[in-house]
Each structure stands twice: as structure tokens, then as C-alpha cells.
């Protein structure tokens, strides 16, 4: 069972959070919406994914980031493994 995660805080801060979740490495997926919980972006990890990968999902983040104030991000990570 995956569980999941809220963080609320403001597009400047969007593309240095998602990059510090994606390096924890437990993360399957992150959906990021406005404040009135419109879905804005939604993308999944899968194990092993790399930078060169990510960059596109980064540029785009970095735009939305500088179009938007408040947002959330919810992340479901992997279950912890025993």
C-alpha cells in the first residue's frame, strides 16, 4: 500500500522540493495542483529513472513554477520495505 504525502508552498520553492523528493528515491508519483485543488501536473517515477530523463519534467515544472503563487504537492511513495 503506497501513502501519501501533501506539501503546500509557493512556485518558487515548487522545482527545488520536487527535486529534493525525487532524490529521497521512494517516490512513485507527484501530482502538483493550485489552491483550489485543481490537478495542474501529474507525473510518475518509476525505479531507476535518470537525470537526462527528468529534464523535460523539469523545464516544465520550472515554468508552471513561475506562472503559479500557492500550490500543493502530493507525492506517493513505496510502501517501506522490511
Not at 18 to 34: C, F, H, P, S, Y
Not at 54 to 62: C, H, Q, R
Amino acid at each position: 500500500m503506497t501513502t501519501k504525502e501533501t506539501f503546500t508552498l509557493h512556485g518558487e520553492n515548487l522545482l527545488k522540493k520536487i527535486k529534493e523528493l525525487i532524490a529521497e528515491g521512494n517516490v512513485r508519483k507527484i501530482t502538483i495542483t493550485d489552491k483550489e485543488g485543481k490537478e495542474l501536473m501529474s507525473f510518475p517515477l518509476t525505479i531507476g529513472v535518470v537525470g537526462a530523463i527528468l529534464a523535460p519534467v523539469f523545464a516544465a515544472v520550472g515554468a508552471l513554477a513561475a506562472l503559479i503563487g500557492e500550490c500543493s504537492i502530493t507525492v506517493e511513495r513505496e510502501p517501506e520495505k522490511e
